[in-house]
């Protein structure tokens, strides 16, 4: 399997609840190691540009409203297949569906606030990190 780095998102529901070191310490027990992390508050035009290939979706305006509401934290995590590493440690988007002892089964409360976001492909992963991260950034 391929090192790989990934972009992954604690998202506004996760930074309010104090769950920002519970997800990291997941992540970095499971191998992933932390290779750049910022906080920030997304603007709506912000959360619109990034969730753009959702535009045409029903949950778009709901998606942004939610994602610029509060701060984030925005991580790039590298390992080995650490875009799957990510996905599965996440569980499903739809919390109710997740595996049990992945982020979103123990923590998610609702199917968009459900506490992280990450990269689906390696192309995806290129672009999302490319949005949050200069080269100064990165480790």
Wanted: negative net charge.
């Amino acid at each position: 399997m391929v090192v790989e780095q990934t972009l992954s998102l604690i998202k506004p529901d996760g930074v309010a609840r104090g769950l920002v070191g519970e997800v990291i310490g997941r992540f970095e027990r499971a191998g992933l190691k932390l290779k750049a992390m910022k906080m920030l508050h997304l603007t709506k035009q912000q959360a619109q540009k990034f969730y753009e290939v959702h535009q045409e979706k029903k949950f778009f305006d709901s998606l942004t409203d939610f994602m610029s509401s509060g701060p984030i934290v925005a991580m790039i995590l590298e390992g080995q297949g650490a875009i799957l590493k990510n996905r599965e440690l996440m569980g499903d988007t739809d919390y109710q569906k997740a595996a049990p002892g992945t982020i979103r089964a123990d923590f998610a409360r609702d199917i968009e606030a459900n506490i992280v976001h990450g990269s689906d492909a390696p192309d995806t992963a290129e672009k999302e990190i490319n949005f949050f991260f200069n080269e100064l950034e990165r480790i």
